[in-house]
């Protein structure tokens, strides 16, 4: 497929390995819990079902290791990981739940 001139072709993404994948969930799993210990929020750009799936991973081990319920909203563009209510329905069973908009 031609290409205007002066134009660049959209970058492919190559899917993650399975080994690739549990390494940056745990390589992110102290970063998002630093950040909400800090500010009570993380937001990341995630604009794949991919990195979506990746960091709702990351919020459930965080959510493990503050002991306390974590919340993943999601849409389409950017995931926002926050404390979840513990008296919110739903989320004290699960301690994570996601919304895709």
Request: charged share 25%.
């Amino acid at each position: 497929m031609a290409h205007p001139p002066g134009a660049q072709p959209a970058p492919r993404r190559t899917p993650l390995s399975t080994d690739e994948r549990v390494r940056a969930e745990a390589n992110f799993v102290p970063l998002v819990a630093e950040h909400l210990a800090a500010s009570g929020r993380f937001r990341v750009s995630a604009d794949t079902p991919e990195m979506v799936e990746l960091f709702q991973g990351v919020a459930r081990r965080v959510g493990d290791v503050l002991q306390r319920p974590v919340v993943s909203l999601a849409n389409g563009r950017y995931i926002v990981i926050t404390f979840g209510q513990e008296e919110a329905a739903g989320v004290t069973d699960l301690g994570v739940r996601s919304v895709q908009e």
